[in-house]
């Protein structure tokens, strides 16, 4: 078992950093991103969202390093290793429990999501062109209705990312953000600007820019709030795992400022991409989940170039799932290996297959399994409901009411090292501001707002 003074850490703060970005921008800022703002009035949506990034998401982001790096182990440890230096009961222990549990959840229908992303990314390659609408449609029909094919492209994504994370935090972790993310960032701004040539930018922009306060209502702040969870990696011990790895010394504040910005750019630019083409083709911003692989896969087929771009564009979302799926995957190796005692690399590959068992059940519930319903949810829509509806916003409350009101004033200060009014502020939104918010997504996704 390792103890807290002999714990390895991240080669520097920009490590760090770089590894929570890779971990925070995923799936979530690039396929969800895009289609939630585009059914849910654009600019309205994307205003919200900052805000809720800025007033909330920061400030827990900060909570969570925190705990990681007061308690130094893995999120079981790390919770209770704070509780107990403040005298708490080891009951908060729950915490870490609940977001390892969370986040073993997330990754099997995650997994299976980014094999979508595989397969299409395969396609693009060898040149597989979707020429017509009805030709785009069929062809998502085709691959959720092909088990094997689901399967195959999920069973390939959690092999790389178990295969990274078996490799250690430095050498697998570490190293794997530092080739992937510069990657990312720079394919994300090539395609940004190849959008801004063959595409409408300007529309885009507009759509997603133009201030319009009368398209703002409470559905919008709602998904806002929760999408500022999913796409900031929060409430799954995700940052208390990567939190667990920073150097003592490095500002928490300044460090998550930098997270969340990255996280919020990348998403900006990916929806300018998008949008600029959907605009140019005269297709629909709202058109849902379906977005990006319907609509996006119908533009490469008519634009100059559409094969590379397309290409592109698949590879980069394959680097920002696995980055995030790498996050998701270290949680519970982390516990297992130093809980149990089994090695990093059996750690990993147990984790691995028992989120990939699950997944492929997810896979199931698209095509054989499609009538199993439990409260009126197929078991891909039960699980993400479950983990992003209830565990995350469950499990930023409980980090929100002990790092403001739970943990000794002292051992917050001395971690997070803000001057005087900037502390309060913090603390201040911990006690009541995030806890309200997200009572308040709680009780709109379990219906209680009428
Ligand atoms: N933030 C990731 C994304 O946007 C998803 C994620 C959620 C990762 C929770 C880790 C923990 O895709």
Redesign the pocket.
């Known amino acids: 078992m390792t103890t807290s003074s002999e714990r390895i850490t991240w080669t520097n703060r920009w490590a760090f950093i770089l590894v929570t970005i890779g971990?925070?921008?995923?799936?979530?800022?690039i396929w969800?991103f895009p289609y939630i703002a585009g059914t849910q009035g654009g600019s309205a949506f994307v205003v919200v969202y900052l805000l809720c990034v800025l007033l909330v998401g920061i400030p827990l982001l900060m909570a969570e390093t925190m705990i990681g790096r007061r308690g130094r182990g893995n999120p079981v440890v790390a919770v209770l290793k704070t509780a107990n230096e403040s005298g708490c009961s080891r009951w908060w222990g729950a915490l870490g429990w609940m977001g390892m549990i969370g986040?073993l959840v997330?990754l099997s229908y995650?997994s299976v999501v980014a094999g979508w992303i595989v397969d299409y990314f395969w396609k693009m390659l060898i040149g597989v062109s979707f020429e017509s609408r009805e030709a785009a449609e069929a062809g998502f029909a085709a691959l959720q209705a092909n088990p094997v094919e689901l399967i195959l492209c999920h069973s390939i994504f959690m092999a790389l990312t178990v295969g990274v994370v078996a490799r250690g935090v430095v050498s697998g972790i570490e190293r794997a953000n530092k080739i992937m993310m510069p990657a990312l960032f720079l394919i994300l701004l090539l395609l940004t600007l190849w959008g801004g040539v063959a595409g409408d930018m300007k529309q885009a922009a507009h759509f997603m820019f133009a201030f319009r306060p009368e398209a703002i209502n409470r559905e919008v702040v709602l998904s806002a709030l929760g999408h500022a969870f999913?796409?900031?990696?929060l409430g799954?011990g995700?940052i208390i795992a990567y939190g667990s790895y920073f150097k003592q010394g490095s500002s928490i504040a300044n460090a998550s400022v930098w997270v969340a910005a990255a996280g919020v750019l990348v998403g900006l630019l990916a929806g300018l991409a998008i949008f600029s083409l959907t605009f140019a083709y005269g297709l629909e911003p709202a058109s849902g989940p379906g977005l990006i692989l319907q609509t996006l896969p119908l533009t490469f087929a008519h634009m100059p170039g559409g094969q590379i771009f397309g290409t592109l564009f698949f590879l980069l979302v394959v680097f920002a799932?696995w980055t995030?799926a790498i996050?998701?995957l270290e949680p519970f190796t982390s516990w297992l290996n130093e809980r149990v005692g089994l090695t990093r690399r059996m750690s990993a590959l147990s984790v691995g297959l028992f989120s990939w068992l699950l997944g492929v059940g997810v896979c199931f519930s698209f095509n054989i399994w499609s009538d199993y319903r439990w409260f009126g949810k197929n078991l891909f829509e039960l699980l993400d409901y479950w983990s992003t509806c209830i565990a995350m916003p469950l499990n930023g409350l409980v980090v929100a009411i002990f790092v403001g009101w739970a943990i000794k004033r002292h051992v917050a200060r001395e971690e997070i090292a803000l001057a005087g009014r900037m502390f309060t502020l913090w603390q201040g939104i911990l006690r009541y501001l995030a806890p309200l918010a997200i009572l308040l997504i709680f009780a709109h996704s379990l219906g209680l707002l009428a």
Do not use: C
């Open positions: 971990s925070s921008v995923g799936l979530g800022n969800r986040a997330i995650y999913f796409s900031l990696s799954m995700v799932a995030s996050s998701l």
